[in-house]
């Protein structure tokens, strides 16, 4: 086939408010192209009053379905018929699957997607983990902590009050930690997990001497711009064992291809090299 989609192709896509930076259609575009596949993966940027309007339009449209990202994912939720036992527990939806009748259902693949991209790392490991954040990236890193059996988590987030809600939820053992007090919680730690957005580029830097952190813990940071945070590069420095952010968002991508294409794809340098060869390269 040519690379060019025919009026039989299926079509999936990204929705989000803005969502001109999604890296989705480069990672999905990618996979068509490795397997030949007659299809098409586009972004569509939605308005949040007119999220549900358009989500059902394209599902009425024939569409396979969305990969949903900011400010969307609590109403992708609210809006799917079913949704998996990960959805439901995180009250989020980050993928949509369209049934030929319209029906929508909701999965969530964020935690799956930060196993998955730990595993590949060769971070294998159990124990303490301390996770900063509390947010809906945090609440999806707690869950795949848990599937991965460490424990107990240490949750530490600026507003103390979301923090208790995520333990409340995800508990038991989930403890929380106040900001404050975030530093000394790296005792003893086999694994730290940057779920905020500080180090980000464009963002605030992330405040967090590393002294308490013992060497041989591994430490990752849900940010991918810039792949080395200043939190990793601090990190490694040390003799920890660091794993950037990139491989949960390529990870999290395969479940719906799978749904969507038929094809469950696979996650190597190539495709991190198509998704962000500018930042591989330091752009």
């Not at 990969?67 to 998996?84: C, I, M, Q, Y």
């Not at 990236?137 to 707690?142: D, E, K, L, T």
């Not at 795949?144 to 987030?157: D, E, K, M």
Request: hydrophobic share 45%; net charge neutral; charged share 15%.
């Amino acid at each position: 086939m040519t690379d060019l989609p025919s009026g039989k192709a299926v079509v999936a896509g990204v929705a989000g408010w803005p969502v001109a930076h999604s890296r989705s259609p480069r990672l999905h575009g990618h996979w068509l192209k490795r397997h030949g596949i007659d299809g098409l993966y586009a972004p569509f940027a939605i308005a949040p009053d007119d999220f549900e309007r358009a989500v059902r339009g394209l599902a009425a449209a024939g569409l396979a379905g969305l990969n949903v990202t900011l400010p969307h994912k609590e109403a992708a939720f609210a809006l799917s018929g079913r949704a998996d036992e990960t959805a439901r527990r995180l009250g989020a939806v980050n993928t949509l699957v369209f049934g030929p009748d319209g029906a929508i259902e909701g999965r969530n693949t964020d935690a799956f997607g930060f196993a998955e991209n730990l595993n590949d790392s060769g971070v294998t490991g159990s124990g303490t983990a301390v996770v900063l954040g509390a947010g809906g990236a945090a609440r999806a890193v707690v869950l795949a902590l848990q599937s991965l059996g460490y424990g107990p988590i240490r949750v530490s987030n600026r507003t103390a009050a979301r923090a208790d809600s995520l333990a409340a939820t995800l508990g038991p053992g989930v403890d929380t930690v106040a900001w404050a007090g975030r530093a000394a919680a790296l005792a003893g730690a086999a694994l730290l997990v940057n779920a905020t957005s500080l180090g980000m580029a464009g963002q605030p830097a992330l405040d967090l001497p590393l002294d308490d952190l013992p060497a041989g813990a591994a430490v990752t940071d849900i940010v991918y711009t810039p792949l080395e945070t200043p939190l990793l590069a601090a990190a490694r420095s040390r003799g920890c064992r660091t794993v950037d952010g990139l491989g949960m968002l390529l990870h999290q991508g395969r479940p719906g291809f799978h749904a969507w294409f038929g094809v469950d794809p696979a996650v190597d340098a190539d495709l991190r090299r198509a998704v962000a060869g500018d930042l591989l390269m330091g752009g």
